[in-house]
Every structure is written in C-alpha cells, then in structure tokens.
C-alpha cells in the first residue's frame, strides 16, 4: 500500500478511535474504571506521547532544512538575476490570493448572516492580548544574531539570514563554489530525514488525530453551524476552485495532479493544525514530486509557510461578519475595505502554529470597531476549522510556488506529471526522481 493510503488511513481511523472514546467517556453505561484507563493508558498516555513526539520531529527539521534548502537555492539562483523577480512575484501572488480569500469570505459572510439570530452569552471571558506596533514588526524581520534566530526558530529572520548567505556563496568564486556543493550535500541527508519521517507518519498522525477528537466535543459544531459551514465552505471553495483556476489558468497545469500530489500534506496539516510543523513535507512534496526546482521552492515554501495564510484569513473574514451580527454592529463598505486590509496583514502576522489565527483575529476586530470578546463566541469550533485552514495554507503556498516556478522556468515537467515521483524506491523499485 503507497504512504499517501496508509497516512489517509490512519487519518480516518485516528478520527474514529478518538470519536469512539470521546462517546464512551460521555457515556453514563460504562464503568468508571473502563474510563480512567482509556484515559491514563491510552489518550494521555500512548496518543499523547507519540504524537508529541511525532510534532517534535517534524518542528526538529524546520530550522536546518530552511535554513540548508534557501541556502542552495539562493547561491544557485544569485548569479542569474532572478532573486529580485522572484521574491517580488511571490510576494505579490501571496497577497493576492490572501485578498481573494478573504473577500471571498467576506461575500459568502453577508450573504449567509451565519450571526443572525445568535445570542451573546459566555463572551467575556476572553482576554485580548495587545498587537506589536507595525515598525518593530518590520524590523524585526533583520536578524541582529543568526544563531539566536535559528534558536528562537523565527523564520522570516531564518530567511533573510539564509538568503543573505546564498547570494554571498554564488559571488564568492572558488571558496563559494565549495561551499555550496556542501550545502548541497547537507540538504540531500536533511530531505532524507525527512522521507524517514515520513514512513512514521502514519503512526503520529493516528496519535494525534485519535487524541485530539477523544477530547473535542463535536457538539459545538451545532450551535454554530451556520458559522462553521460558511468558514468550511469557503475553505473548500478557495482551496478547490480559486487554486485550480489559478494554476490552470497562470501555469497551465493541471489542478487535478496537485490535489492529488497535496492529500499527504493535507493530513500532516490538519492533524499538525500547524503549517510550521508540516514545512518539511511541504517543501519535499513541492520540490520532489511536484517538480518544483529548489532554487524556487528553498524560497517560496518557508515564505509562504510563514506569511501565506489564506485560510486563516477566510476564518478572520467569516468571524468578523459573524461577530458583527452577533452584536448588532452594521459594518460600512469603508469597515469591510479596512477588514480586507487588515486582515491580509493579520494572516501575515499569524505564527505558523495551532490557533493563532484566532488572536491575530483580534487585531481585524479592533480596526473594525468590533468588540474583541466575541472571539469567545467562536473558540469551540476553531481547533477543526484550524486543521482545515491550515491545509488550506499549505495549499496556497504549493499552488504559488507551482505558478512561480513555472514562470520562471524552474520547474520540471515530467516530475509534475509523474505520478509516481519521489515514491519510496521500496514501494517502486526502478523509479528514480530528478529534477
Ligand atoms: N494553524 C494555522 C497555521 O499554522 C494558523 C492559524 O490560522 O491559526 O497555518
């Protein structure tokens, strides 16, 4: 059976086993002592502690594979010019398809009122925390001490360090020369760390997935359904019509190939909730079996990982539609200009890690004059729909890099349409990957 099955499976089932304790915990028939067990033995003990540390991995090889894949990409890349159109090509397409998202949102919010008719109760229990002024934001970006970047694991410091570095290599002739065929050499053991892992996969995402629905009450789903509904769809409908069209329209390739290629990442993300940790398939994914040339996806993957939340802006834009009918604020065409705006930056500024689109949430509420409280209203839900926007996020960043690096000519063809690319030569002996 191929690893996508197995991970696809271990998904579904992690879902049923976690649904399955979860009723029997509620349930009044079972015997106390039945319920600490499961408890001790197996949802805070086994699930806990597997996917603990399948999260751990995962998050271990984010710095150094960056770090090494930006490296090579940028040395390989300095010497020809296209550094600067390619930053500003993804930079923009990130925008963009973040400023889709969340109008979109915003359109599907209004037409659907998924607030109307909902009572505030419970919604002053939530403490907004104060958002860093936009100047130390940017300058934070510039690393001060690499090392202590790579510490802290801030990325966008990570980036700029890396790719400060990579253009040095490819204009420092010989010594240059050497060192970017080390590097070179590095990043092939650390994207061999990474197809490791993969084979645990299936093992973690079950751990996760099983934990995390023992203890979600799915309930909460029905008090908010029609909110739940209107983020799920717009999800779904960017991810599945506004990418598509996109990459069939801007790279000429085929939508049905990436979805495909994109359902093993899907289920890091949405049992990871976290695009950070699911980084490293990610950009294995991207560059092996999508044919994406390193050169580019050493760039765009971490950039988008990063800053591309397109997901997280769709909930931002449902939520504050929903919160504004929740309390009766009528939102001006001016409010849902400043929500597109602030939210883009609010997606921009939202770490890569489970649920921190909900407190970046609080800055778009601010700008829109909405209390920040109502985030309170919407907390039961957020952790499903943050599996589902976070494969969201990731899908963006695929489907950009796809688009850049066919512009640019970085991109392989034949690794695309593969559809055995990069499969584990134990699974398909004889298939060996290039790009
Ligand atoms: N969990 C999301 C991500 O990592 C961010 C968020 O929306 O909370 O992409």
Redesign the pocket.
């Known amino acids: 059976m191929s690893l996508t099955n197995r991970i696809l499976i271990a998904m579904v089932a992690g879902i049923a086993v976690g649904s399955i304790i979860n009723l029997l915990v509620h349930s009044t028939g079972v015997s106390e002592g039945l319920k600490s067990l499961v408890d001790v033995y197996f949802v805070n003990g086994l699930f806990d502690v597997v996917g603990r540390i399948f999260v751990a991995s995962l998050k271990l090889l984010v710095v150094p594979l960056v770090m090494v894949s930006l490296i090579c990409g940028a040395s390989s890349l300095g010497d020809s010019a296209r550094m600067g159109p390619i930053a500003v090509k993804t930079l923009g397409f990130y925008m963009a398809t973040t400023a889709i998202a969340i109008s979109l949102a915003l359109f599907f919010a209004v037409l659907i009122s998924p607030g109307a008719g909902v009572a505030i109760e419970g919604a002053a229990d939530f403490q907004a925390k104060a958002a860093p002024p936009l100047t130390d934001v940017l300058v934070d970006i510039f690393p001060s001490n690499p090392i202590k970047a790579m510490a802290d694991g801030k990325m966008l410091q990570i980036i700029v360090f890396a790719l400060l570095f990579g253009y040095a290599i490819s204009h420092a002739g010989e010594p240059g020369r050497r060192l970017a065929s080390f590097f070179r050499d590095v990043d092939s053991v650390i994207m061999k760390m990474v197809e490791v892992l993969m084979k645990l996969a299936p093992y973690g995402v079950f751990a996760l997935l099983s934990k995390l629905f023992s203890s979600m009450g799915i309930g909460a789903i029905f008090d908010l359904a029609a909110y739940f509904f209107t983020v799920l769809g717009v999800l779904l409908l960017h991810a599945l019509g506004v990418y598509s069209f996109m990459l069939r329209t801007l790279a000429g390739l085929s939508p049905a190939i990436l979805l495909k290629k994109m359902r093993p990442i899907w289920a890091f993300a949405f049992s990871t909730?976290?695009?950070?940790a699911t980084l490293p398939i990610t950009l294995r994914t991207v560059e092996k079996r999508m044919g994406v040339h390193n050169s580019v996806a050493g760039f765009t993957v971490p950039l988008g990982a990063t800053i591309n939340?397109d997901?997280?802006a769709i909930?931002q834009g449902v939520a504050t539609v929903f919160i504004a009918q929740v309390y009766g604020v009528d939102l001006s065409t001016g409010d849902f200009l400043t929500v597109i705006l602030t939210a883009t930056l609010a997606s921009i500024g939202?770490a890569?890690?489970?649920?921190?689109?909900?407190i970046t949430l609080a800055l778009v509420l601010e700008q829109a004059g909405l209390p920040v409280e109502g985030i309170a209203l919407i907390i039961g839900v957020d952790r499903l729909l943050?599996m589902v926007?976070?494969a969201v996020?990731v899908t963006g960043d695929a489907t950009v890099s796809l688009i850049v690096a066919k512009s640019e000519k970085q991109f392989d063809q034949y690794v695309f349409d593969d559809p055995k690319a990069d499969q584990h030569s134990d699974e398909n002996p004889g298939v060996v990957p290039s790009i």
């Open positions: 909730a976290s695009s950070g939340m997901g997280t909930m939202t890569a890690v489970p649920g921190v689109g909900l943050d926007r976070t996020n």
